[in-house]
């Protein structure tokens, strides 16, 4: 077994790997290093390598600061073949690499993020809980056989809505990246929805310039595209979507408060189902749900609309830290024993 | 380059451009910022200088901070690099009046490039440099702000040449705006910070608002103290300038403990983070942390501490234990901080994990990104407990409910809640704002000076002030959803000529017609409402570690129901003397009793059980 870093000429046997992984998602894709890259992060690719077969690995991303370096974060990963005999070994060879990295860079931590549901592995039960979770940890999955399938499950109100937002005559447009960069106005259109409806539920909104950047970085690769739903002329919902291997996420989406009755966003739902299952994605992702034990969580709204569109309500094992304590006592005395950080 | 967003909107005495969604200018005072970034710093170039004057402007395509630099004589040459060709169109263009046409004198000459570019590849040396950069959001506008850039500047500044930096809020990120001025210190620039107060700034919650001036050769504070300030400028005078000269800025932990030169990018990033996004949250971010540590290997941990050697300074031995645990729970906090990635944070959960403890859901709050998108709440970071209240009205739908509302005129007039303008305030169909109760039949009524409580269709209950976070919320989101609507409107309209090219038939069509109507009736709603709320009194802030249950009404950390009163003090309710409101309090304390249960774990939740009880008798 050997332990690498992964070089441009890895990507294809990378994005082989992460397809096949059932653990993983876009975010340790290649494409979206070189988005996160382009936001300024720093990367790190870790692969392993066993009898010259890549096996495992992760894509790192953190940022540098006088202070040290923030955690390193893995969204979505490492990729691991869970449930392989060796798995144990490939964990512990990306641990002790973090380590080293962690050292050269005096970062306190790695954030482990990796897609799995319960049980989880042995290995990763000392892990303490992060104090953030950096993909959400409670979403809701519909798996993609047919149109008719999709249908079928469906609460009834969600076939219904579907189908009086077609007899409303709402018609749902998407552009892929290409398109978009030639019709910038569908970017300024989609990000006007979406800020509207950030600042309604009181969400965090990234600014412009990062949805523009993921946009130009994912492009030339056709993993994103922006959906439209337009009522009487009317933008009523937008939903920026990644299709990355067998999966399509909802990862950004907004409404206009206005028109609720034109019942667009489950036409465009629907689109984005119907182009999903067309394009060979096996489940889709609507990225988020409220944990069911937490009624007043500020997702349980979108919940009861996602919720319409039937699916499965999956909890992943979230993010956990691995916590690095010679770069945490080096923090410690460099930041507050020197008293640099030292509450009064 | 990034695509900016650029919006003018209609505002009570004039006009407001945003850009990207933060305010570029209000046109009632935008000569406050432009006169104190820009024409002071041309003013004291002048001092400074006998021969022309070389000047150039990074960023400030909206020829406003030219105009301000133009208007001196001894200014020969004015360089404007900005990298948006749009912004330098509208300059141009819709804002030719208001900057005077400063972009086409003939002083001027315009470079579309990027500022760090430029400074690059310039030869040329100038005597005045203004940087008037939006607010830094992510990590190329926060470049703008480091000392490899500062440094850069200087490289093609004059040695008695003065730089003028837009910078952060003094008030709401002390921390942030200390260490733009340490790293141009670090840079060996003599400086002078500058807080003023604008308006509008104040107006979307930002605070009071920042710039630094600096020169290599020292700046001539003395001889500005007994300057006559040119006629034409409007708000810089001798007075308001002593005032700044006056300026002791307010020693805090943030800002006088942390604020350190700034080296990398995310250093302000993650400052700016923290100031505006984590405060108010810090008890719940301790909280988790806390119980991160608590799973800590401390013998690892104090092994690596002996194998460090350093020497402990005395200070810290006397230190109490909890302070050094706390000093490293805010390290954590901190370190968290730095990776400002909000897409890995989308959303967040404005409640403590609730009963399952371990549970550690979304937490990335969300309504305070920057003081531009969100608002930020003031209050220091380690005082501010008010994060122990985030209370919302997620989960309910307020839509579409009839008001009966005691405090109009005709007592029979009712109003449907019409629109939602944030998962707390609802705007009606005869524009007032309302906070429904979740599914309780009782309303806040939101006033220019006040809010009011009442069950619906009986009486007024009680009178409370104005919160800070609901006024921040309105400020941010009528405006947002006002431009929305219009472009709705406009949408719509033109989809209605091309179908039904004849209006006749429009009319026959009764459901795009009332539809079309409707829209037009909210914008109505909504112009009403912004009148009523361009008067509105910012309120003071709480201060305490209150824990809010609805609007007006609190908890102390001991437990006791407190009310807010009209003059921003709080008191103890003492049950039985205001009966209505006994049977409402009982309401609420039986919602966080029996429905959310989010306070179940708490210290005080048999006091909560206790005063529960007594309001039921």
Known sequence: MKVIHLQNEDQDRWTSLLISSESSGFMQSWEWSIFKEKEGQRVLRIGILDEEQLVAGCMVYFVKASVGSSPLEIPHGPVIPWSRPGADQYFFAIKDELFNFAKENLAPSARLTPLISSPYP????????????????????????????????????????????????????????????????????????????????????????????????????????????????????????????SVATYFYGGTLPFLTSSMAPYALHWKIIQDAIRS?????????????????????????????????????????????????AKLLANNIIKGEYLCK | MVKQIISIQDVAKGKRCYINGTIQFDSTDEGIYHEFLAALAAIIANLKKTAPINALILGGGDGFCAREILAYSKVKKLCIVDYDPEVLDIARTHFSSWNKNSLFDPRVSVIIDDAKMFLKKSA????????????????????????????????????????????????????????????????????????????????????????????????????????????????????????????????????????????????????????????????????????????????????????????????????????????????LTILNSLNPDYAFSKGFSGHRTGNSGDSLAFFSDSKNTTPFRFKAVGGDILNSQLSKSLWSMSGVWAISRTIHDPTEADKNQNETLKVSLSDELHLSSNGNIFIPVWNLDYFYKLTEDKIILFKNAGEVIAEFPLENEMIATLQKTLPLQKEVLRKAISQYEQWINWTFPLYKTLLSNSRVSNEFIELKKIMETFIKSEATFSKVITPAKLSGDLIRLVPGVYLSPAGDIQLTQLDQKTLNYTINTNPEMDKFLHKVLHHYIHIDKKFNQERFYSKLIDQYELLKI
């Open chain 1, 280 to 328: 060979g994605c096996k489940v889709y992702d609507l990225f988020g749900v409220a944990p069911d034990d937490q009624p007043f969580h500020a997702y349980a709204k979108f919940g009861q609309f996602k919720s319409r569109f039937g699916g499965r309500k999956v909890k992943y094992f979230g993010s956990h830290d691995i916590y690095f304590y010679p770069q945490l």
């Open chain 1, 122 to 245: 042995e290995l990763l039960s000392y892990l303490p809980k992060s104090p953030v979770d950096i993909v959400p940890s409670d979403t809701l999955l519909i798996d993609l056989h047919s149109e008719e399938d999709v249908l079928s499950q469906m609460k009834e109100k969600g076939r219904y809505n579907i189908k009086k937002a077609l007899q409303n005559g709402v018609i749902v447009t998407s552009l892929s990246d290409a398109a978009l960069l030639e019709h910038p106005t569908v970017i300024i259109d989609f990000y006007n929805l979406v800020e509207v409806t950030a600042v309604r539920h009181s969400f965090a909104l990234e600014p412009i310039g990062y949805f523009d950047r993921m946009i130009r970085t994912l492009g030339p690769h056709q993993v994103l595209r922006i959906y439209q739903a337009h009522y009487c002329g009317v933008l009523v919902a937008t939903a920026l979507v990644i299709f990355y291997g």
């Open chain 2, 124 to 331: 040329d040396l100038f005597d005045l440099i203004v940087a008037d950069f939006t607010f830094p959001e992510d990590f190329a506008g926060a470049e703008l702000f480091t000392k490899d850039f500062f440094l850069s500047v200087k490289k093609v500044l004059e040695k008695s040449g003065v730089f003028a930096t837009n910078a952060v809020s003094p008030e709401k990120t002390p921390w942030a705006f200390r260490s733009i001025i340490k790293t141009l210190k670090s840079i060996e620039m003599d400086v002078l910070p500058i807080e003023i107060d604008i308006p509008s700034f104040k107006e979307s919650n930002y605070g009071s608002w920042g710039f630094v001036l600096g020169s290599p050769t020292g700046l001539p504070t003395k001889r500005l103290k007994n300057l006559t300030f040119p006629s034409q400028l409007r708000y810089l005078n001798q007075q308001s300038f002593n005032k700044i000269l006056k300026k002791n800025f307010k020693e805090n932990i943030l800002s006088a403990s942390f604020a350190r030169p700034i080296i990398y990018p995310a250093d302000i990033l993650s400052m700016l983070s923290l100031e505006l996004n984590i405060k108010n949250n810090y008890y719940e971010w301790i909280r988790r942390l806390s119980l991160i540590v608590s799973q800590f290997d401390w013998k690892s941990f104090f092994q690596e501490i002996e194998k460090i050697h350093i020497d402990i300074p005395l200070n810290l031995k006397e230190q109490r234990y909890e302070k050094l645990i706390y000093s490293f729970l805010l390290l």
